[in-house]
Nanobody, 122 residues
């Protein structure tokens, strides 16, 4: 079955960096649309970044453009999210997702990881 396992979350001060990893099994990250979402308490799940198969076309949410970078390592079947210049408003649970339609809308993704917590202090 498909498993997506996130890691790399933690606590960091504003202005710092973190790199999240999403190790996939049962699905090939190079052949799927892969994305990162986040959800803070009392907020809806928000699309952060997406990378398409084949072309590696990337799309970012407005709030993270210029600060976050999504990438994948096909040999490791892993997707990454490099997060730079972190802000307190980036605090959330971050989820990896796999789908077939390039999108930052959660309903277009049918496989999800359990999430990893990111906390940014001011």
């Amino acid at each position: 079955q498909v498993q997506l396992v996130e890691s790399g979350g933690g606590s960091v001060q504003a202005g710092g960096s973190l790199r999240l990893s999403c190790a996939a099994s049962g699905v090939t990250v190079a052949s799927r649309v892969m994305a990162w979402f986040r959800q803070a308490p009392r907020n809806e799940r928000e699309g952060v970044a997406q990378i398409s198969p084949s072309t590696s076309w990337t799309v970012y949410g407005d709030s993270v453009k210029g600060r976050f970078i999504i990438s994948r390592d096909s040999a490791k079947n892993t997707v990454y999210l490099q997060m730079n210049s972190l802000k307190p408003e980036d605090t959330a649970m971050y989820y990896c997702a796999a789908g077939t339609l390039p999108s930052l809308t959660a309903k277009h993704y049918n496989y999800w990881g359990q999430g990893t917590q990111v906390t940014v202090s001011s």
